[in-house]
């Protein structure tokens, strides 16, 4: 069974960065895609970035596009996001995702939250 656990989450200041990982066991497919979401209290969940297994192709959301990254570990099963010049907007919750599609996911985490204050 595939397991998900965000951490890195917290309280920050508007303009700092954090950095997010994930840790992920149980994962057997030979082809997946990582993903992160976020999602405020009361709204959709929104997508905010992805990255294919081996690294090659990411994707980003354009409100973290140019101040983001994700990155993966496969020799830790680790992946991670870091968002610089966090904005008041960017308070969420945070959650990774693994499916077969950078659009498509059947596995996610519990969450982390993240809140921005100006």
């Known amino acids: 069974q595939v397991q998900l656990a965000e951490s890195g989450g917290g309280s920050v200041q508007a303009g700092d960065s954090l950095r997010l990982s994930c840790e992920v066991s149980g994962q057997s497919r030979d082809n997946y895609f990582m993903g992160w979401f976020r999602r405020v209290p009361g709204m959709h969940r929104e997508f905010v970035a992805a990255i294919r297994w081996d690294g ?16 993966r570990d496969n ?30 996911y059947d596995y996610w985490g519990q969450g982390t939250q993240v809140i921005v204050s100006s």
């Open 75 to 104: 020799a830790k099963n680790t992946m991670s996001l870091q968002i610089n010049n966090l904005k008041t907007e960017d308070s969420a919750i945070y959650y990774c995702a693994l499916g077969p599609k950078p659009y498509d």
């Open 56 to 71: 090659g192709t990411t994707f980003y959301a354009d409100a973290v596009k140019g101040r983001s990254s994700i990155s």
